[in-house]
């Protein structure tokens, strides 16, 4: 992909009990590994922490049981390694333990290399999502867009459901 852009994601979840709580240990307890994990891995740029090294403090619209989850990636097939053929999948498959299910959490949009995107600006793709579906200005694994420089890209599959 192209230097000129890099791709940023979104993952929001509401937990189903505090952070703290004795439900949500076992994700609490990984998220030093899998966000070292993402860290080491090859096409990650950058990815949102609060006060604890995450961003589990850092509560969407005054909730404390929603999250957000934000990162950028140089391209496509980078951030679907880490999502799907990492160690990252072993927790992914767990999700419903810790996360109430939502038919939206996820968005993907190309940002110039170097621009940090807000949980503002990434609830905004998540909206963009829900009022029109996958568009170039923000999309999903299943129906990615190229980045403005037009380079094609390809579906990643989700692997771990």
Same mark, same amino acid.
């Given at each position: 992909m192209s230097a000129k852009f890099h791709l940023a994601e979104v993952n929001v979840g509401r937990l189903k009990a505090a952070i703290d709580h004795p439900?949500?240990?076992?994700?609490?307890?990984?998220l030093d590994r899998i966000n070292a994990l993402a860290e080491g891995s090859p096409?990650? $740029?950058?990815?949102l922490k609060g006060d604890g090294n995450n961003a589990t403090d850092l509560a969407i619209n005054g909730d404390p049981l929603f999250i957000?989850?934000?990162s950028v990636w140089e391209d496509i097939p980078s951030l679907g390694a880490y999502v799907y053929r990492s160690g990252h999948v072993e927790i992914m498959r767990r999700r419903r333990e810790w996360f109430e299910q939502m038919d939206?959490?996820?968005?993907?949009w190309w940002v110039?290399?170097?621009? $940090?995107?807000? $949980?503002?600006?990434?609830?905004?793709?998540?909206a963009l999502i829900e009022a029109h579906g996958p568009t170039p200005a923000a999309f999903t694994?299943? *129906?990615p867009f190229p980045?403005? *420089?037009?380079?094609? $890209?390809e579906p990643e599959l989700d692997e771990c459901a």
């Open positions: 439900m949500i240990k076992d994700f609490a307890d990984n096409g990650f $740029v950058w990815r957000p989850n934000l939206l959490y996820m968005a993907l110039p290399a170097g621009h $940090v995107p807000t $949980v503002e600006e990434a609830l905004e793709k998540l694994f299943k *129906t980045p403005p *420089t037009g380079e094609p $890209v």
